[in-house]
């Protein structure tokens, strides 16, 4: 009878410590649910309000192409919201990096482009290891240019390599900015990533 006893407490035991589990587990999800959603409605608000800004992203689709001494590597990002930025609107580009190694710790938070990617006694040739983008139609298009390297995704001087950066992109409309009586020019010159930030989400 005792062992009955002992076996039935161990299965109430049991179960509802498999209940209490699969709750925490449930609310774990319903809590990851909401942050995502919660996201994806801030993110839409600043869409249709005239301000986009994209997730942190890494890519893996660089295209190398030589150019005499150099070699170019190119990432297109398809953003179809740049076109929204057309005729006084702005685009903003950043990156950041994970590295640890003191020399490139002002890249471990967002760094807007164009940036030299090496400090300037890193740089043997002038416009080398240099992060711009462009914009193409509906895409953004980053580039990295570097002396002329055989690597097909070269390491970075860090030990970082270029899928392991991270991209971040925003952009403006003019009647966006016309509204908080503010210039493309201004904001790129002046306003910190934090500033653009608090700009777009308030």
Same mark, same amino acid.
């Given at each position: ?9 161990? !299965? ?5 410590? +498999? ?33 986009? #800004? ?17 070699? #170019? ?37 967002? !760094? ?5 990617? #090496? ?12 992060? +711009? ?49 503010? !210039?493309?020019?201004? #904001?790129?010159?002046?306003? !910190? ?10």
């Amino acid at each position: 009878m005792k062992q009955w006893i002992t076996l039935l407490a161990a !299965t109430a035991l049991f179960t509802a410590c +498999s209940k209490q589990s699969l709750q925490d587990e449930l609310q774990q999800e319903n809590l990851s649910l909401q942050k995502e959603t919660s996201s994806a409605t801030l993110a839409m608000r600043s869409t249709q309000s005239g301000a986009y #800004v994209s997730g942190w992203e890494q890519f893996n689709n660089w295209i190398k192409t030589d150019d005499g001494t150099a070699s #170019v590597f190119t990432s297109t990002v398809k953003t179809p919201e740049v076109a929204a930025a057309a005729n006084g609107g702005l685009v903003l580009g950043y990156a950041k990096s994970g590295s640890t190694d003191q020399l490139y710790q002002h890249l471990t938070t967002p !760094t807007m482009l164009p940036f030299y990617y #090496v400090p300037a006694s890193g740089r043997p040739l002038p416009g080398n290891y240099y992060f +711009s983008e462009v914009i193409a139609g509906e895409n953004i298009v980053l580039q990295y240019r570097m002396p002329f390297t055989k690597a097909e995704i070269p390491t970075l001087l860090d030990g970082n390599s270029l899928q392991s950066l991270q991209f971040q992109h925003v952009v403006l409309t003019k009647e966006f900015l016309d509204s908080r009586g503010l !210039t493309a020019d201004a #904001v790129r010159k002046y306003y !910190t990533y934090d500033q653009v930030m608090t700009l777009v989400n308030p």
